[in-house]
């Protein structure tokens, strides 16, 4: 019976690290208080199960042991899923373009916090790896990343040869697709916007920080298509909206 419960409680412990790692993808952060909670009630189980089977006496939860066999838990949960973490994949998502199983399930989950609507997100994936499958140098260069998913690759890639604008992938996003900022996208915009206006007319003038902040929330307005396209770069649009800012940021 003890080696029973021992049995259990380690496979109990097995699974709140499996089942920890695979929420915590689904809802993108690692820091959720209800999975956090649900986990520690695992874990809190465990260790009486697991103590129960070890210890001679009676396991008391106000006592010393249970505190030393909750540690020892606490450490097996965290290792287990470590290495869940380590070893974790998304179930393969294969669609086929000019004959080429491509799998596109790490891109759908990559791109979630961007493009939070499933079917906007899936029909994004799609038409960036059809541009990619039906460039036959693309294709042939890049065969192996179409085929297991590694998207993100073949886009750097192609960004570091100056060869993704010969793409047009702002075509991929709806006209009504909302991008949805996370502070990574913002601070990586912000960054950029920085860097450019650090040796401009604006830097003696303005307060840069206000600058970006004021671009940004103008930008979170405008469809990703908007955005995305080259044409944006020179349009009126962005021209009013750095107008608009330069005022709102001006040191006085």
């Not at 009676?58 to 450490?75: H, P, T, V």
């Not at 709806?174 to 915009?189: G, L």
């Amino acid at each position: 019976m003890k080696i029973l419960k021992i049995v259990i409680g380690v496979f109990l412990l097995f699974g709140a690290g499996s089942e920890y790692v695979s929420a915590s993808h689904e809802l993108l952060t690692f820091t959720s208080p209800g999975i956090l909670i649900g986990c520690f009630l695992v874990i809190f189980f465990c260790t009486w199960i697991i103590g129960s089977g070890i210890s001679k006496d009676k396991l008391k939860i106000r006592s010393f042991q249970f505190i030393k066999y909750f540690a020892i838990c606490f450490g097996a949960f965290l290792i287990l899923a470590f290495v869940n973490l380590a070893t974790y994949k998304e179930n393969p998502e294969i669609i086929t373009i000019n004959g080429i199983n491509i799998d596109i399930a790490e891109m759908m989950s990559g791109s979630k916090r961007m493009i939070p609507d499933e079917k906007q997100r899936r029909l994004y994936c799609i038409c960036i790896v059809t541009k990619l499958a039906n460039d036959k140098n693309i294709s042939e260069k890049h065969i192996d990343e179409l085929k297991s998913g590694k998207i993100d690759e073949i886009l750097i890639s192609l960004k570091s040869e100056n060869k993704l604008s010969t793409l047009n992938l702002e075509e991929c996003f709806d006209s009504n697709t909302k991008m949805n900022w996370t502070s990574k996208i913002e601070e990586t915009v912000k960054k950029d916007i920085l860097s450019n206006l650090k040796n401009s007319r604006y830097a003696k003038t303005n307060d840069l920080n206000k600058f970006c902040d004021c671009q940004i929330t103008e930008y979170k307005k405008l469809t990703a298509k908007e955005l995305s396209s080259e044409e944006f770069a020179n349009s009126q649009k962005k021209q009013n909206i750095e107008k608009e800012c330069d005022l709102k940021s001006r040191i006085k």
